[in-house]
């Protein structure tokens, strides 16, 4: 399925960005040995949470859109059947002289 590889590369991608630019503005900023794995460790811990939501959250939207597509096909397919009876009544109401001719 190439949505599902599309998405799921876009979420790798917004992760990894996340973890990395969130690393290089703690290394960047002047702080202590400790202190600084210390809140790596957090915003790791956090990005770990995001990333689990955001995934959630996709598998969510994913089955909301798969409802929709079934529910679409199943009105889809009801209106081919529907306007195939009408035009099946109008080919039978013409005459045979004037079926297939619409113009007025």
Known sequence: MPNHNKSKSLTCGILTGLLVGGSTALLLA???GRELRS?????????GAKGREL??????VVGVVKDWKEQINI?????KVEL???KAEQADTQGP???GNYSV
């Open 97 to 99: 002289e004037t079926k």
């Open 75 to 79: 009105a889809t397919a009801e209106v």
């Open 55 to 60: 995934a959630e959250l996709s598998r969510e």
């Open 30 to 32: 002047p702080k202590q």
């Open 39 to 47: 809140d790596i460790s957090t915003n790791a811990r956090i990005a």
């Open 84 to 86: 195939a009876a009408l």
